[in-house]
């Protein structure tokens, strides 16, 4: 170990309020051993990349319900880079088709979970994937 | 006789018991059996007959043998022209009323155009910008012929305006309209969480519309008081109807404040719950809630006419137990749920289909949904007697347990000072946090089931089809709103505006104004903006 806990920012992008599985996460994450940031709802990519910069977090997660899935993870990632984060882990879930979460996979999404991922297979997988950034 | 307690004592320790904790899906402790010694009151008080105080068994005296439920698919997706082809072909296969689905753009208030609504137009339910896409969603359907119901809430008023200019043009008289608009903000703040304004501003354009309707649209219910969203962000069945019961308090007072007398108003409020797994709860639900606003609108608010006392209702399934995991299960469960619907005595169904986990269902799964309804009403014989279940000691005992437990939490509001300070405080919100998390730690650790999901799992799950939204419908919806703003009078749509803008500030009901600046074609994101601006942003507090 570093020392040092991972930041993990939790973030709800797109205009609905499925907000249930997005507080599950971040509790069970910080409960977990992480430093969580919740954006709250109604996020847009410009303010969860600002925050994940601002924050300093070594992983953004994303939580979409809304089936606009394809419009917003790609561009988090984009808006990411441009500002000099790509290295943070993005990672998401929620309701995303088999076919869609291939093609995010692809544009450099770390990881999908789907309905019925538990806290604990979440919370191993950060574990095991996520790393502080330098 | 023997009593419970000795039953229990002899007999029943004698016998073998599984090692398990015997509890509802909301977490109640359910005893082995109940008895003559667990009811309470008298018959009269506590039951009455079908369609007497305290309606506990049903609103109506005869309920289904004199009309069987609405069968109401909740339908929405694409351009206007694609939820119209649904809509007319569930009325064309035996549905009794329309339910429309509208997209998260429509329902945040953005127009489609919106930088906020890229990747979202038609993808959650129908795009809807403005007067024109109202037009064409109802085209060929004769207002004055169906009732139809409107889920939408922070933007209600707008999407009420637009229909009542559909039937102008279609030369229906408002009196003679017939539906039901969602329009619940309170909850929205609690669970479902759309909205536009803070909760003060909210609640009194929800009281302009029970105004407005009680005097223009008398056939109209102008807000659906709904737990189904605070169920299905993780409530207990004791919460969902708690809340829900505290929401209409709250409606109840703010239109008295505004000096409508209850029995002017409060017979067009309307119901709207969840149908859960968990069957008897379920249905002890349902005939709880009749008899606490029965008594509430009795006791504490002085009605006179027994159309205030009873609670109609509409219900739902619960999209939040369909499992992504061997999806044909959820035919089954969506059967069960729709029983328990049936036999709590609601108004109105709707059937989840069971690829709602992936996307919007397709046409085939649609078509289960509204026959499994059918087939309760037609084959099961369920029907045939009002309230069969009444009298049952174990629904009894839970009926009385369920009004018990939501009464202590009413109190706890009223303590707080009402709904909308409750709210204020993340009461009601922070309770279903908490419910909705030791949920999935009971899930996670085996003590409740899900089957398919934590037991009887499948390697390789079922396959079915799924609706596929063309990303291409965003583009020609866009071009379209583009296009329509471009043809219309500015200055007219500008005249419309300021009228509403000056209605928020002057305190005049905004119904009016906003159906004109629908009638000159101003937008959904038009008026949305007035609201904005006049009455301020809410944002998410983004409490765990």
Redesign the interface.
Known sequence: MDGRRLRILVAKP???????GA??I???L?DGGFEVI?????Q?PEMIAEAAVQEDVDAVGLSVL???H???FPEVIRLLKERGAGDVAVFGGG?I?EDDARELAAGGVKAIF???A???EIIKWVHDNVHPRQ | MTSKREWLNGTYAKAAERPARFSTVSDLEVEPLYGPDDLSGDYDATLGYPGEYPYTRGVYGSMYRGKLWTMREFAGFGLPADTNARMRFLLDHGQTGLSVAFD??A??G?DADH??????VG??GVSVTSIHDMLALFDRIPLADVTTSMTINCTASIALAMYLVVAERQGVPWERLSGTIQNDMLK?FI????WISPPEPSLRIVTDMIEFCARRVPRWHPVSISGYHIR???STAVQELAFTIADGICYVEEALRRGLAVDDFAPRLSFFWDLHNDFLEEIAKLRAARRMWARLMKERFGAKNPRSMMLRTHAQTAG?SL???QPLNNIVRVAIQALAGVLGGTQSLHTNSMDE???LPTEDAVMVALRTQQIIAEETGVTNTVDPLGGSYAIEALTDRMEREALRYIDRIDELGGMINAIGRGYPQREI?EA??TY?RQ??QGIKTVVG?NKYQMEDGQRIE?LI?D?EIEKRQIERVREIKRARNGAAVGEALRRVGEACRSGENLMEPICEAVRREATIGEISDIFRTEFGIY????W?
Do not use: W
Request: aromatic share 6%; net charge negative.
């Open positions: 797109g205009l609905d309020g499925h907000d249930r507080k599950i971040a509790r069970a910080r919740y954006t709250g709802l109604h847009t809304s089936g606009a394809m419009t917003l309701i088709p789907t309905p019925g538990t806290t604990v | 998260m753009p329902l945040m953005y930088e906020r609504a890229q990747g979202e993808r959650e929205e669970a479902q969480r759309e299905e962000a993780g939040v499992t992504a995991q986990t992936y996307a946090a909705a998390f999935q899930l996670e999901v799924r939204i990303r944002t998410d507090p983004g765990l």
